[in-house]
């Protein structure tokens, strides 16, 4: 027996007529690190758009935690425990690394945050840039800074849009052992990349989407070796 804490139940999405999602359904169990891939316009960004509440799909379900969140907004979402990080980084410009961070925590006062803050950078070893201005960081450390500002508001669910995306390869494992670390401490990673070797060795379980459309579903074995996975990619 799974046990889910995010189910996405036959969720269509068009846009102007359009095809970005047909009769998605997806499952992630409590605890799990779960990937989906797909090329480039497969509809990924639409899919976490859509659980995050900033799309609302045509017809279909989302449900956190047993709850119908379909038609919630997307800070009632956060509320029930989802966060996101964005896949073009959203930090805001004229601040530094630990006001990014103090900014979003909520129903905390300064000290707390300041120390929750503290602590997720000492967790992603990016301490000695908390000082910084977001606008002198690496484009590596802010995918770093986004990871840990969404951690701020303390999820159940972490939903990545391109964690790995344009990192090199070093970045990407270190990444990688911060999500295991994370799974460790019971929090649901989620995530989507159009590259495949991360999520084909990492994953629990691998969604594979194409023309959005869900076409392979199953263990890193299972969809390495599905030929419409294959078909879908080469
Ligand atoms: P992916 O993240 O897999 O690259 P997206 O979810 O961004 O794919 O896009 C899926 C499809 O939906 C693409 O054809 C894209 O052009 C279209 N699309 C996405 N968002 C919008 C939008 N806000 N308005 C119109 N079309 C969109
Ligand atoms: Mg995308």
Known sequence: MTDPILVVENVSKRFAGRIALENVSIDVTRGSMTGVIGPNGSGKSTLFNIIAGTLRPDIGRVIVGGRDITRASPAEICGHGVARTFQIS???????????????????????????????????????????????????????????????????????????????????????????????RGITVFFIDHEMRIVLSECDLVYVLAEGHVISRGDTQTVRNDARVLEAYF
């Open 90 to 184: 959203r930090l805001f410009a004229e601040m530094t690394v630990l006001e990014n961070l103090v900014a979003v925590a909520r129903g905390r006062d300064d000290r707390a945050a300041i120390e929750l803050a503290m602590e997720l950078l000492d967790f992603l070893e990016i301490t000695a840039i908390a000082d910084k201005w977001t606008s002198e960081l690496s484009y590596g450390q802010r995918k770093l800074v986004e990871i840990a500002r969404a951690l701020m508001l303390q999820p159940k669910i972490l939903l990545l849009d391109e964690p790995f995306a344009g990192i090199n390869p070093r970045l990407q494992n270190r990444i990688v052992e911060h999500l295991h670390a994370l799974c460790a």
